[in-house]
């Protein structure tokens, strides 16, 4: 039987999502920990990779087991057992095919940046303090709309077969001293949002305009793109399926 897990994590103390041999990563915590309240090896395989530091308000991993589980009281008894920075929601039993990654229609990412020094927000947002042009950065959205090739904006030496994604919602909101960069797609590159916001920055502080922006879309050459942003202030938000409603 199959079941997808429905969880959330703060990334700060993990290397990422996936299981690196002598670090620890959301993975491996919950294999051991569904292993050990299930007794028996659990390899759980989630919705995508979350790098270093990167956080996740809503993941969707899937693992099989054999028996019909009571998911409400391993719900409780994972939260119990599992450290703070690990939350579950929700276990589901689905069909025996579904599968967390390659289901998945729709991911949602925010980028968090605050423009003051505030000591309650380091760990969560980046902090960059020279005056942004947010309306330019909405423009600059509206030019990702316009492409499907984001190779520009990937991890070098990656292994995608393609580098193509649909963009479909990109936008910059302010409220204090927060900026938020709400961005979804169908899927996303290694290394993708961390590098569209960097780049938008440049645009932000004038070091680059509009035009440039696509020219280093159609590059296709990451070393033309902007830098990638600290990992601790992108968060994964939301997964969709066809059949979760």
Excluded at 197 to 211: E, R, W, Y
Aim: charged letters at 25%; aromatic letters at 12%; proline letters at 2%.
């Amino acid at each position: 039987m199959r079941y997808f897990i429905e969880l959330a994590y703060k990334g700060t103390n993990y290397h990422g999502w996936q299981y690196q041999p002598g670090a620890d990563s959301v993975q491996e915590t919950l294999n051991k920990a569904l292993s050990l309240l299930l007794k028996t090896d659990i390899d759980i395989v989630g919705a995508g990779r979350t790098d270093t530091g990167v956080h996740a308000k809503q993941m969707f991993a899937h693992f099989d087991f054999d028996n019909e589980l009571d998911a409400p009281q391993l719900v409780h008894k994972l939260n119990s057992f599992l450290p703070k920075d690990i939350a579950i929601f929700n276990i589901l039993k689905v069909s025996d095919e579904a599968h967390a990654r390659f289901d998945a229609t729709k991911r949602t990412y925010e980028y968090h940046i605050h423009t003051t020094k505030d000591v309650f927000e380091n760990e969560g947002s980046f902090q960059f303090q020279l005056p942004l042009d947010i309306d330019k950065m909405n423009e600059a959205c509206q030019i990702l709309f316009k492409h499907n090739d984001f190779e520009c904006f990937s991890k070098v030496n990656t292994d995608v077969h393609t580098f193509n994604c649909v963009i479909f919602e990109a936008n910059w909101t302010r409220g204090g001293n927060k900026l938020v960069f709400t961005i979804s797609a169908d899927r996303f590159l290694r290394n993708m949002v961390r590098a569209i916001v960097g780049t938008m920055i440049n645009i932000g502080t004038g070091k680059i305009n509009l035009a440039d922006f696509e020219k280093i879309i159609d590059s296709k050459d990451r070393s033309q793109a902007g830098f990638s942003v600290p990992a601790h202030g992108l968060y994964l938000t939301k997964i969709e399926y066809e059949y979760l409603k």
